[in-house]
């Protein structure tokens, strides 16, 4: 591939992710004129690219976005969901030819943009029909919207329903069915003609119009309404029809700081250090409340100087500059910061690090081997002992220095996973009709690459999970009294050497007793064993390969592939998933990931001869029990340790394939955590412990089972590290 | 009885209210009207019931049972309920 459509590729990705992020930004708050000119600006400088590799599709398609945001521009009004909706498949399709380029190194000469145009053409034409006869309307849903300013933020229909005068005669409960409309925000009642006096009223004739807000598209809420949706209207809720509640809360954040603009205008009266005080303070507090973070701290600034040099001026600047909108001094600021970054930054190919990663790895094995040397000369007596030893010490820092740098260097921020979610969860949830919004936390929270990259795909499950299964009906979360638009929270901490990553839902929790008879249906465990398990075990069976518990199979889930994939996914990066959950309240699963993939630290040990290692990371203590504290359990062996039986194997049996039936009396036992259940392992010696460079296993040795790879020791050896959980199942 | 008169003078409303407990409701506001109505059992109102309650301007008193009744119903009453 030529050097310029590489550098177009790269840049493309770039600016594809940035459009997306404006877009679901923009969806929220679809006022944010300076996000709009943000997302118009990337897809301008993406067409300009696609213009500079004469790409004349991609320009086609990408002008078309233009237009529509143009267009939004020239009206003054906020960007429709539609056209977000539209610009999104815009820039799938961008993807997608960005796929191809990157496959076969030319421009596809295939690409069409005919899709495209004709979706942007659809959305002009529909706001050109929708315009006139709504606002031409009774205004009914501008009052109902006035009505229920917050409700409306999350709707997406709106509809007016005035069953007929006899349906109380024919056994129909008007209200009953919208209290079952799934994701029901709001509800108003009036008289379809005037309400009559209480004796003049015939309480069989149905005088009602219902009016009500609705987290569900037009086409749901009919189907929902099913024949009734004759005798209802029923409007889509677009983005501009909404109340704005962030402009009222600017306006009375402005009034606030012009308060406090007033209360330090008479300068040189006493008490003038406490004013200052106050009003930085309130004015800070306003500003953060917004979300204007940097300029509340400028303000929070701006009155220490005041109160330090004893005048008015600095906090009085920094006030009246806030009040001229966030646009003014904090964004100069920002995009002078974002300068700065750039200047800072270099692009580096992805490869390049793996080979620095690769060669800093051999550095490592480089370094075990000199220590092994030194032990070697001190064992002879040798007087070059002393030297080297400290030559290796030195080389042990510097190497150690090395590797902290260079897992620095692969670490990214877990935003470069997380930022596709918000897109997946909102098509998820209008697939299922479930409205939900997703909250993230801690996406600065920083792993490494391998881990930030292989993560994506076990929390595509997760989330997915939460939805489908979490998640319960609206008419469900009506009736427990939930809010209709559900929360998945999705954070992410640093927690020592490990990030852990969280999937939260607010539905209904897991019953157990359900995962029980699920389990038992599918043979996938012995009914007693099944029956004896306590709660916490139970829950555990969703991870077993072939478990589900969805009674249909939807696009989404229910084939029985789920949790195991997380699992699995997860043990791969040397993790461990847990599942909390609360009837009722909702379900977190939480995954415990290492911070680097880089080194691995085992304990080595003896057995049957050879010398093996184990994870670290599995052992949880070493011991020596007495020979009567062994005991036979049929063919097998177990120990009593704090008054908990644990299964006993000897390491040499189980590799040589010998039965299991012989235990040394006094061998070192290592007890190890696997999947939450301790094993005990008994080796013929425990060696020390070292940190290596785990290779996964190839050729001859791949696939062979308990074996989770091998590394290169300081004495040329190799050594093979176990999967202990394979190697006790 | 889902509806009924308690000792207290209340309207007390409880359990499921179906269409014909409407004109019982329209009598007892009619025979004692401005009776404050008690519908902390109430489950379900049907749409005749939630009519009479509005025209009646009837003042209501509890938390009914349910989210719908609670976070949709209960404010509209209240709403027209009748200044004394």
């Known amino acids: ?107 596809p000469p295939d690409a069409d943009a005919g899709d495209i145009v004709a979706l942007f053409a659809r959305a002009g034409a529909q706001r050109k029909a929708s ?5 031409a309307g009774d205004g009914w849903l501008a009052g109902l919207l006035a009505a229920h300013a917050s409700a409306a ?14 349906s109380f005669f024919r056994q129909q409960d008007p209200l009953a069915r919208i209290a079952a409309l799934p994701g029901l925000l709001a509800v108003d009642i009036g008289p379809r003609v005037p309400w009559p006096k209480l004796d003049d009223l015939d309480p069989f004739s149905c005088n009602l119009t219902i009016t009500a807000l609705v987290a569900m598209s037009p086409a749901g809420v009919a189907a929902a309404l099913g024949d009734e949706s004759r005798r209802a209207e029923i409007e889509a809720v677009s983005d501009r029809m909404r109340p704005i509640e962030a402009e009222s809360l600017a306006r009375k954040a402005a009034q606030i700081l012009e308060a406090q603009l007033r209360l330090l205008e008479p300068a040189g009266e006493p008490h003038q250090q406490g004013r200052v005080a106050s009003a930085g303070l309130v004015a800070a507090n306003v500003l953060r409340h917004l979300g204007r973070t940097s300029e509340s701290e400028a303000i929070a600034t701006a009155a220490a100087v005041s109160i330090a040099e004893g005048r008015l001026e600095p906090l009085v600047e920094a006030i009246a500059a806030a009040m001229k909108g966030p646009t003014s001094a904090a964004v100069a600021g920002v995009s002078a910061a974002r300068r700065k970054d750039v200047g800072q930054t270099m692009r580096v190919g992805a490869e390049k690090i793996d080979a620095l990663v690769r060669l800093t790895g051999e550095l490592i094995v480089a370094k075990n081997s000199l220590g092994h040397s030194v032990k070697v000369a001190e064992q002879r007596g040798s007087d070059l002992a002393a030297g080297l030893k400290n030559q290796h010490a030195a080389l042990d820092r510097l190497v150690s220095e090395l590797q902290r740098a260079v897992v620095a260097m692969r670490v990214l921020p877990l935003r470069a996973a997380f930022q596709r979610f918000p897109r997946l969860i909102r098509e998820i949830s209008a697939e299922l009709d479930k409205p939900a919004t997703l909250v993230i936390d801690g996406e600065d929270t920083e792993a490494d690459k391998a881990i930030v990259e292989a993560i994506v795909e076990p929390l595509v499950h997760l989330l997915r999970n939460a939805l489908d299964h979490g998640v319960e009906d609206g008419a469900t979360r009506a009736e ?39 389990a038992k249906d599918r043979n996938l465990k012995a009914a007693e064993a099944i029956a004896a398990m306590s709660d916490e075990e139970a829950l555990d069976l969703i991870f077993l390969p072939g478990f589900s518990t969805a009674k249909t199979v939807t696009h989404l889930s229910g084939r029985g592939v789920g949790m195991d994939v997380v699992r699995t996914g997860v043990a791969r990066l040397g993790g461990q998933v847990e599942l909390r959950t609360a009837a009722g309240r909702g379900t977190t699963v939480r995954a415990t990931l290492p911070f680097s993939v880089l080194v691995t630290q085992v304990m080595t040990v003896e057995a049957g001869g050879q010398v093996f290692g184990i994870p670290l990371d599995a052992v949880v203590e070493t011991l020596r ?68 460079i785990l290779k996964p296993l190839d050729g001859l040795l791949a696939g062979v089972p308990g074996l989770a790879g091998s590394a290169l020791l300081g004495d040329g050896g190799v050594l093979l590290v176990l999967d202990l959980a394979e190697v006790v199942q | 009885m889902t509806v009924r008169v308690s000792e207290g003078g209340a309207i007390e409303l409880s359990g499921r209210c179906g269409v014909e407990d409407a004109e019982v409701l329209q009598r007892h506001l009619l025979a004692a009207p401005g009776s404050t109505i008690e519908w902390k059992g109430c489950e379900l109102l049907h749409a005749a019931v939630v009519q009479v309650l509005l025209v009646g301007g009837a003042r209501v008193r509890g938390e009914p049972r349910t989210a719908f009744l609670r976070d949709h119903i209960a404010p509209i009453i209240a709403r027209s309920m009748k200044q004394p």
């Open chain 1, 1 to 107: 591939m030529d050097e310029l459509l590489a550098q177009f590729l790269i840049e493309s990705r770039e600016l594809v992710d940035k459009a997306v992020d404006d877009l679901l930004a923009l969806e929220k708050t679809p006022d944010d004129r300076e996000r709009l000119e943000d997302a118009f600006r990337a897809f301008h400088t993406l067409k300009g690219g696609a213009g500079i590799v004469e790409f004349a599709a991609m320009q086609e398609a990408l002008h078309c976005a233009e237009d529509a945001f143009a267009a939004a521009r020239a009206e003054s009004r906020s960007v429709s969901a539609l056209d977000i909706g539209n610009c999104l498949s815009c820039l799938d399709q961008v993807l997608e030819w960005l796929g191809t380029i990157e496959q076969s190194g030319a421009i």
């Open chain 1, 131 to 135: 315009s006139a006869p709504r606002n």
């Open chain 1, 153 to 166: 933020q999350p709707a997406q229909s709106a509809l007016r329903y005035t069953p007929d005068a006899d």
């Open chain 1, 480 to 518: 427990a009294g939930k809010p209709a638009v559900a929360t998945i929270r999705l954070s992410a901490a640093r927690e020592g050497e490990h990030v852990v990553i969280e999937v939260t839902d607010d539905g209904a929790g897991i019953d157990v007793a359900k995962i029980r008879q699920a």
């Open chain 1, 625 to 692: 029990v007495e020979h009567d504290r062994i005991f036979p359990v049929g063919a097998a062996h177990a120990i009593v340790l704090r008054d908990r039986t644990i299964p006993l194997l000897r390491l040499a049996n189980v590799l040589t394939g010998r039965p299991n039936d012989h235990v040394d009396e006094s061998g070192p036992i290592v007890i190890a955590e696997l999947d939450g259940q301790l094993g005990a392992v008994q080796v013929d010696r425990i060696g020390g412990r070292m940190d290596i």
